[in-house]
C-alpha cells in the first residue's frame, strides 16, 4: 500500500504517525488497518465484521482494499495437512514493559515500546503492537478457538512477521488479566497498563508452530505477512473470554483459501 489517498485517510496515516512514530512506516504496508479510527464522525472506519460492510465486501470498499476481494495470498486460513519442515525455532526477545492500550473499534490493542523482537526466517522484527480477535481467525483442522492474540512484528525492510497465538477455556490467564483489568471499554479510548507486563510469560511450553506466507486479516489485506502460529493454545478463563466478547462479540475474518501457498509446521 502506498500513502493513502483519500483525505480521511491521510489525515488518520499523520495521526498515527504522530502517536505512535515506531508505527508509522507499517502503516505505509497498511498496518494502519489495525489503529483505525473509532466508530463515528468523519473518520469512521469504513469497514466492518458484519454486515453492508463486512468481510465479503472489503475488496470493494476503497480503492486500496482491491486484494481483500481478489489477493491469493490472503489471511487467516484452515492450518491442516500442514508439511514437516525442519525451521529455526521460533526466538523471542521481548522485554517486560509498560504500554498503552487502545480500544481501535475493532478490536483492543496494545502498542509495544521499541526494545522487544523476535527472529523470523533468521531476521530480527520489532515488535510493534498486539491485539486479540474472537473467536479465533486462524483455525486447526477447522477447530476454531474462542480467543486468538496476534504479535505483529516489522523487520528493517518492512516486511511483516506476525505470531498467532490461541486461547482455550480452562484456568484464569494472569498475563491476560494484567491488560483485561486495564482494557478501555469505549471505542477511540486509551488506556495504559497500571505496571511492566512480561508478555513472554503468553507463551506455551511447545514452540511448535505452523509458518505460511499471508496478509493482514484486516483491510487493506496487504500480502506481507510471514505468519506463525503456534500449534499449542495456552489458558483463559471462561470469564476472562466473555469479558472480551462482550466489548467485541465478533471480530473474526473468515479462513481464506491457501490456494499454491506451502503450509509447513516446524516439527522437525
Ligand atoms: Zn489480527
Not at 476454531?144 to 490467564?173: D, I, K, M, W
Request: charged share 15%; glycine share 8%; proline share 11%.
Amino acid at each position: 500500500m502506498s500513502q493513502p489517498a483519500s483525505p480521511a485517510s491521510r489525515r488518520r496515516f499523520l495521526t498515527l504517525a504522530l502517536a505512535c512514530p515506531a508505527c508509522a512506516v507499517a502503516a505505509r504496508v497498511g498496518i494502519a488497518a489495525e489503529h483505525a479510527a473509532p466508530k463515528g464522525g468523519h473518520d469512521a472506519p469504513h469497514w466492518s465484521y458484519e454486515g453492508p460492510t463486512g468481510p465479503a465486501q472489503w475488496g470493494k470498499l476503497a480503492p486500496g482494499d482491491a486484494l481483500c476481494g481478489i489477493g491469493r495470498e490472503q489471511s487467516p486460513v484452515n492450518l491442516t495437512e500442514a508439511i514437516p519442515a525442519a525451521t529455526p525455532d521460533l526466538a523471542t526477545r521481548w522485554a517486560p514493559a509498560t504500554a498503552e492500550i487502545i480500544h481501535n473499534g475493532h478490536t483492543i490493542q496494545v502498542n509495544w515500546p521499541a526494545g522487544s523482537e523476535a527472529v523470523i526466517d533468521r531476521q530480527p522484527h520489532q515488535l510493534l503492537q498486539f491485539h486479540f480477535h474472537h473467536p479465533s481467525e486462524h483455525v486447526i483442522d477447522g477447530r476454531s478457538f474462542p480467543l486468538e492474540v496476534h504479535f505483529v512484528h516489522r523487520n528493517a525492510s518492512g516486511g511483516l512477521a506476525v505470531v498467532g497465538l490461541f486461547f482455550t477455556p480452562g484456568p484464569a490467564n494472569p498475563t491476560l488479566e494484567a491488560i483485561w483489568s486495564a482494557m478501555p471499554t469505549q471505542a477511540g479510548d486509551k488506556t495504559r497498563l497500571a505496571a511492566p507486563l512480561d508478555i513472554a510469560s503468553f507463551l506455551p511450553g511447545d514452540p511448535t508452530s505452523y509458518r505460511y506466507a499471508g496478509s493482514l486479516t484486516t483491510p487493506p489485506c496487504s500480502e506481507v505477512v510471514s505468519w506463525v502460529v503456534l500449534r499449542q493454545p495456552v489458558s483463559a478463563s471462561p470469564a476472562q473470554i466473555e469479558r472480551f466478547a462482550a466489548l467485541f462479540p465478533m471480530n473474526a475474518r473468515p479462513v481464506q483459501p491457501l490456494n499454491r501457498r506451502k503450509l509447513l509446521l516446524d516439527l522437525l
